[in-house]
């Protein structure tokens, strides 16, 4: 089953800011590394940074110095803090441990003026 939910998307204006949510179905995630993810129209899902239960978030060049990603202690909730967003920041946002496992629904993220 999906062992994951993800929340906090909505409709911003560029420049603004969202800070998303991945919950674990159960009392942590299944394992050691939890990834994020997004996928906009017409392109494949893309990963945008993960973080392992005991080390640093790493980030792919698009979204370094915007995005910062985190964890609560009992490793049962990932954050993603997204910093000035702009409209080609537009995607359903994921997040997935990894292994991969299977996908949630993602959270709608829309940036327009």
């Known amino acids: 089953q999906v062992q994951q939910v993800e929340s906090g998307g909505g409709l911003v204006q560029p420049g603004e800011s969202l800070r998303l949510s991945c919950a674990a179905a159960g009392s942590t995630f299944s394992t050691n590394l939890v990834g994020w993810y997004r996928q906009s129209p017409g392109n494949q899902r893309e990963l945008i940074g993960t973080i392992s239960r005991g080390g640093p978030p790493v980030y792919v060049d698009a979204v370094k110095g915007r995005f910062t990603i985190s964890k609560n202690n009992a490793w049962n909730t990932v954050y993603l803090q997204m910093n000035n967003l702009k409209p080609e920041d537009t995607a359903v946002y994921y997040c997935?441990?990894?292994?991969?496992?299977?996908w949630g629904q993602g959270t709608q993220v829309t940036v327009s003026s």
């Open positions: 997935n441990r990894l292994p991969l496992g299977l």
